[in-house]
């Protein structure tokens, strides 16, 4: 074990080399941030100095590599913009992001999972068709279609939930966060709700399939001839083998919800990672575009092992730290 | 003395969408309390639907639509299905053809046996599981104290047999149905699993119904032996006797399908033609148009025909008639 997170931390290393490298000569290649920050009348010699202050006088290696060394020192460099460390920026916007991501993946868990598995030991019942047909609108409903629906629905016509922003936030453990307190409770509802619909019918499709493909193997079928109630084989012998997959793919998605939640971000106005991400692209903030890509880089490299290891205590034919 | 386990006119269908397949179509059988009787037939006879209609676990769109089976008296079929799960394991116990698929692979032996244990008995997981470890001893397997801390993939596919053999045996049933438990096994585990199983049986008093392919395995195991075919038993008897003289043509071509009896180098004969699809069965007898000597007759149902005490055969041209009668 210790071996394996070892050999991955340096695979992380890499990684993370790999994708500065990327993200670096990607930026460079997109447009020269002067262009933007610069005032149309700027002169030749203001043009300049901005231009030396900014380092982008210099080649594209030694450009890189003071990155890379600042990046060893944890300054991913300051914001174009705002004038501040990214990084620093970026974990000013990280709770908003992780709160919505987080509410999210339980909700697809708590909602989903069982969904998929009522209709999963029902198959072509009335309520497993029901759960797989609305299990369809959450796949094929543009997301950002639903987020307006549900402001529509629900804080225009009904009245109930607040429509944008994070409302009132309050500390737990030291965290800022809207959970602490129910007016921040109120404003996450419909944006985690949005970004969680997807993930729900995800979670519905996939635990149904793994149900389906369980339930009549023969083990199944030996721990019924041993006398077991049903719920005990459901809840152990199948709940346990479907599992693994299920923390996978809930794994990979809360990644990606994380990184992505740039569309349900800006329909809701929830100041997050997501918006504070495309701002950055509009300006060319290069800073803070590369330091948010490694440190989304970094949460899945952290995410993946996380699920590695999971995955090794859920089902004992995966070994970590052999190779397959 | 009246039978253990008692099944008449059983018939277990499969609705599907291309029709009714009927899997056990009129099946009765008859085991006595400490017997070992051999269930022969081809795949898609029926013989392993027919045991799974006695512990009531036919998947959908299985089901059983007539018949009655009675084990010490009591009617299981559509009995309460938790009186059914109540005599599950614990009165009557199955062994599975594959035990690579029979254990559950996430969980440790120990959990899947002390839960056996403790479906039918109240003890505590202490004492379920010291009986745990003992039952592993009793079918062979070396240091059951350790390996039962191991999970299913750790163990060869004999050993996982013999966990599943003891797992049968948790509670001394009075009936154990043994679903063609040897035919995943090379040839040398099968040697020693048999031993086992008739040693086991010996010991502990269990009925045994040993379903099989394997006409010389289920004689050289079997008290009495039942030959199926489509879903209903063709012959009937002890089975040396029916071993030395087959009195259905199919049994007769099932002995010589088989290697050993025959001349070294003669080449097998085999019975012509496949099992017949259970969706559309021919009237009269189903072996008809494999059967090298079906007549006119063989368009009509057989009848039952008593050879001798205990030995009968469904058959319109019996190849043993009755003796001295």
């Given at each position: 074990m210790v071996l394996f997170i070892v050999r991955r931390a340096l695979q992380a290393g890499l990684v993370l080399l790999a994708v500065s490298l990327v993200v670096f000569t990607g930026l460079y290649a997109v447009g020269d941030p002067a262009d933007i920050l610069?005032?149309?009348?700027?002169?030749a010699a203001e043009r300049e100095a901005a231009i030396v202050a900014l380092g982008l006088d210099r080649p594209i290696w030694t450009q890189y590599g003071i990155f890379l060394a600042n990046a060893l020192q944890g300054d991913l460099g300051t914001s174009?913009?705002?004038?501040?460390?990214s990084i620093t920026l970026i974990f000013q916007r990280m709770p908003a992001t992780l709160e919505l991501a987080l509410c999210a993946m339980l909700i697809a868990l708590v909602i989903g999972v069982p969904l998929g598995l009522y209709a999963g030991l029902k198959p072509g019942s009335r309520a497993d068709s029901a759960i797989v047909t609305g299990s369809i609108l959450g796949f094929s409903l543009p997301n950002f279609w639903q987020g307006l629906m549900l402001i529509l629905v629900?804080?225009?016509?009904?009245?109930?939930?607040?429509?944008s922003g994070r409302g009132e936030t309050g500390t737990i453990l030291g965290i800022e966060t809207s959970l602490a307190t129910w007016d921040g409770i109120r404003h996450l509802i419909l944006p985690a709700t949005n970004l969680a619909l997807f993930k729900v019918a995800l979670m519905i499709r996939l635990t149904r399939a793994q149900v389906r493909e369980t339930m009549p193997l023969d083990f199944v079928k030996f721990a019924r001839a041993k006398g077991m109630g049903e719920s005990r084989i459901v809840g152990l012998h199948v709940g346990k083998t479907i599992a693994a997959p299920i923390v996978t793919v809930l794994g990979m998605e809360l990644g990606s919800v994380i990184a992505f939640a740039v569309i349900t971000e800006s329909i809701f106005a929830w100041p997050g990672m997501g918006k504070l991400i495309i701002d950055s692209i509009n300006n060319l903030d290069r800073p803070v575009v590369a330091a948010y890509l490694l440190v989304v880089t970094f949460l899945f490299i952290v995410i993946n092992l996380v699920v590695d290891v999971l995955y090794s205590l859920l089902d004992p034919r995966v070994r970590l730290g052999r190779r397959a | 003395m009246s039978a253990l386990l008692e099944i008449t006119g059983l018939e277990t269908h499969f609705h599907t969408r291309a029709g009714v397949v009927r899997?056990?179509?009129?099946l009765d059988l008859a085991v006595r309390a400490g017997e070992i009787v051999g269930i022969v037939g081809e795949s898609g006879s029926g013989k392993s639907v027919a045991s799974f209609s006695v512990l009531g676990?036919?998947?959908?769109?299985?089901?059983?639509?007539a018949g009655s089976i009675r084990f010490r008296g009591e009617e299981?079929?559509?009995?309460?299905p938790a009186r059914l799960r109540r005599l599950r394991g614990r009165e009557i116990a199955m062994i599975f053809q594959d035990p690579l698929m029979t254990?559950?692979?996430?969980?440790r032996i120990e959990t899947q046996m002390v839960e056996a244990i403790r479906a039918h008995e109240r003890v505590s997981a202490k004492a379920a599981r010291a009986r745990a470890i003992e039952a592993l001893a009793r079918v062979g397997i070396p240091a059951p104290a350790e390996r039962?801390?191991?999970?299913?993939?750790?163990?060869?596919g004999g050993m996982r047999q013999r966990v599943a053999i003891a797992i049968a045996l948790l509670h001394s049933p009075a009936l154990i149905l043994a679903?063609?438990?040897?035919?995943?096994?090379d040839v040398t585990i099968q040697g020693q699993i048999l031993y086992e199983m008739q040693r086991l049986v010996a010991e502990t008093g269990a009925a045994l119904v040993w379903v099989s392919h394997d006409l010389a395995v289920v004689e050289s195991l079997a008290d009495r032996v039942c030959v199926m075919y489509a879903g209903r038993i063709v012959e009937e008897g002890p089975a040396e006797e029916v071993v030395a003289a087959p009195a259905h043509p199919y049994t007769r071509g099932l002995l010589d399908s088989l290697?050993?009896?025959?001349?070294?180098g003669a080449r097998l004969r085999q019975i012509p033609?496949?099992?017949?699809?259970?969706?559309d069965l021919p009237p009269g007898c189903p072996f008809a148009p494999r059967?090298?000597?079906?007549?006119?007759?063989?368009a009509s149902e057989p009848p039952i025909v008593?050879?001798?005490?205990?030995r009968s055969v469904r058959c319109?041209?019996?190849?043993v008639r009755q003796e001295a009668a």
């Open positions: 610069l005032p149309d009348d700027a002169t174009f913009v705002f004038n501040i460390p629900f804080s225009i016509f009904l009245g109930w939930l607040p429509s | 899997a056990v179509d009129g676990l036919v998947d959908p769109p299985g089901r059983i639509v299981l079929v559509g009995a309460d254990l559950t692979p996430v969980l039962i801390r191991a999970y299913p993939h750790q163990f060869s679903d063609e438990p040897t035919t995943a096994l290697p050993g009896g025959a001349l070294a033609g496949m099992t017949p699809s259970l969706l059967c090298p000597i079906a007549t006119a007759a063989c008593a050879i001798a005490p205990g319109h041209a019996p190849l």
